[in-house]
């Protein structure tokens, strides 16, 4: 499994990003994707997930605000970033986790994640 993040970049407060994650294989197939983030010197935070029939879920901070799709055709995962504040700064990766659950709780342990983009936002 291969996954391949894009779109990160620095952007003022009230800012909008879109992030990609291009997948290696079918992710029509696979039970659950999602991002999650971390920031320096905090732990992995679970962002948002998509399971294999479309149902989202998203971690109370960004709830609102952040929007997690893919498009099966294109094997491609995606996180519509709106109305970004300073604390969203962080290494965005993009994950399909190992769990038993599709949850941004289980992000960041166990499963495949690729490089990040970082995210950068100015006050």
């Known amino acids: 499994v291969q996954l391949v993040e894009s779109g990160g970049g620095s952007v003022q407060a009230g800012g909008s990003l879109r992030l990609s994650c291009a997948a290696s294989?079918?992710?029509?197939?696979?039970?659950?994707m999602g991002w999650f983030r971390q920031a320096p010197g905090k732990e992995r935070e679970g962002v948002a997930t998509?399971?294999?029939?479309?149902?989202?879920s998203y971690a109370d901070s960004v709830k609102g605000r952040l929007t997690i799709s893919k498009d099966n055709a294109k094997n491609t995962l995606y996180l519509q970033m709106n109305d970004l504040k300073p604390e969203d700064t962080a290494m965005y990766y993009c994950?399909?986790?190992?769990?038993?659950?599709?949850?941004?709780?289980?992000?960041?342990?166990?499963?495949?994640w690729g490089q990040g983009t970082q995210v950068t936002v100015s006050s």
């Open positions: 994950t399909t986790p190992a769990s038993v659950a599709c949850s941004p709780n289980y992000l960041g342990r166990r499963g495949y």
């Open positions: 294989g079918y992710i029509d197939r696979w039970y659950c």
């Open positions: 998509i399971d294999r029939a479309g149902r989202t």
